[in-house]
């Protein structure tokens, strides 16, 4: 019988405590407890991912879980079915704008990279019985129109690379017909493969590529369903084993030997959570995705054991959902905003900073409105009253922690340049700013702080820079506005969101290098009034009104704004603390003050424990 190290090709070691840093599957023996151990045993679980930036269904899918590409689809009900251009990329973490496709269409296919995509086919509005076959190519920023296929057609199999690439069956004109063709990409031209499906059918799915592809589920009609799976070589197809369960609608990735199936649509319910694993040989029941849909798309080149889904039709409505698969070891945990305790005093247009489990809110207002110079410390569960600012004010600014703060700016009777300085338990006058202003944002520590825009009589784009002392003048921002939000350092610092004269929401971001400020990635969701935390590359902006109060949350990774998951209280004039991973929002107004406080933990990954290898 062959032993460990000629299967494995390694010899077990022999240790007296377990590796810290062992990789899945590891063998090993503990000389302390006499135990022959492994690291981990495999597991796979669908777990929620921020939602995308636009609802849609029968969208095409490109990239992996950390690079993925949705372009596509129809962000109406069936009926209407209006198809979009719109283009959106995932990090990982969330979604960003992407270029728009040159021609809106839906049930098209997808192909390649976030980099290196490929859009092909599918159906213009305003009907399913318009067919297309135009190409485009994505270069990670814009598409580019390129030779077309030999047959227009749409929902259909596809997958594949930029550069190899294949199509099979879906729907022709006239009509609504099946077709049983293939036809393959080279990365320049479409060439119609000498092979065809067996069964001519659409709505089913595909991973692979052009020389090693595979096809699976689909119908010939709404409810004569199929299970059919086949391979392709690049000229023949060939059917092997069955998936469990027919289905169309449904969307897959991977490749011709190692593939996952999700979602789709059955006779009934209909809307399915269904997963299924390909291993090359047979079709595996696997968990289920947490929201059952149809036409839902995914990220065809990333891996089986780490999937993407998105997108998609739930009972009367687009979808913007969005799970991650995830077969591991580790215990994987969605990021998310959950209740934290409520403030003493509801009121907005406040200053808060410090961390999660140490945050500091003071001044601000509340109806009237009524100027407050309540300060107040939140310890991680509970918000306790705390010495008053010296000057009550609203639309004021901060930074720094609970034990050494910083508030400066607003409006108290009139536009004010008062600083004091927090040490924990009281507050002292510091030095006033340069200009007095309202709306303003800030960033920074107390000993090196920073304000910039606001309003004093027309908006501002002044900077100025707070020595623990006293303030003086930086560079100026790109973009004079009021009500926007900051993040950072003072010689990294961000600004974002806020409104211009005229009351045009802002969606631009600037970042301060110690001297000026540049341009930097902008909000997917142009606001003001929203909140920020975190630093310059890797900051947390959430809420705000767009005029219409927010929920949105979104992060940046110092080039880009990408969506996370909302928060559960629509609001402005919030404030916030924290880091992009561990941060806090509280009060702000809904309509009506609120006393609300939420906490935001980001995305985690453990590692699952070792076990012991045992006979019986």
Known sequence: MAGYNEIRGLRVKYLSADPSNAEDGQVWYN???????????????????SSMISARYRAGGAGTQ????????????????????????????GWSTGGNLNEARRGLGGAGTQIAGLAFAGSPSPSDSNTTNLTEE?????????????????????????????????????????????EVYDGTNWTASPGTIGTASRQGAASGTSTAGLIFGGGTSPSALITTTQTFDGSTYTTVNSMNTARRGLAGSGTQTAAIAFGGATPSPGYEVLTESWDGTSW??????????????????????????????VPGATSALTEEFNFTTNTITAAAWAS?????????????????????????????PSNKNETEEYNGSTWSEQNNL???????????????????GGFSTANTTATEEYDGTSWTNGGNLGTARRGLAGCGI?????????????????????????WTAGGNLGTARRNLAGAGLQA????FGGYISGGAKQSATEEYGGTSWTAGGNLVTARSALAGTGIQTAALAFAGGTPTVQTTTEGYDGTNWSSRPSMATARLGLGGAGTQTLALGFTGTTGSFTAVTEEFTGATSVAGPASNITTS
Do not use: H, K
């Open 138 to 182: 994505y270069n990670g920023s814009s598409w580019t129109a390129v030779n077309t296929m030999n047959t227009a057609r749409q929902t259909f199999m596809g997958a594949g690379t930029q550069t190899a690439a294949f199509a099979a069956g879906g729907v022709v004109p006239p009509g609504y017909t099946n077709t049983n063709a293939s």
């Open 340 to 368: 934290g305790g409520n403030v003493n005093t509801a009121r907005r247009y406040l200053a808060g900073f410090g961390t999660q489990t140490a945050a500091l809110a003071a001044g601000g207002a509340n109806p009237g």
């Open 284 to 313: 595996a029941v696997s968990p289920v995705l947490a929201t059952g849909r149809q036409f839902i798309a995914g990220a065809v080149q990333a891996p089986s054991s780490a999937s993407l889904a998105f997108s998609g039709f």
């Open 446 to 470: 107390q000993t090196a702080g920073l304000a910039f825009g606001g309003i004093v009589s027309t908006m501002s784009n002044s900077t100025e820079e707070y020595d623990g002392s006293s």
């Open 31 to 49: 000389s302390t407890s006499g135990n022959l151990r492994v690291q981990g045993i495999g597991v796979g679980a669908w777990s929620s991912g």
């Open 66 to 93: 950390t690079a993925g590409l949705a372009f596509g689809g129809s962000t109406g009900n069936p009926g209407a079915q209006p198809s979009t251009t719109a283009t959106e990329e995932y990090n990982g973490s």
């Open 492 to 495: 990294a610092g961000l600004g």
């Open 390 to 408: 010296a000057l009550a004010r609203r639309y004021t600014a901060g930074c720094g922690t609970q034990t050494a703060g910083l508030v400066f």
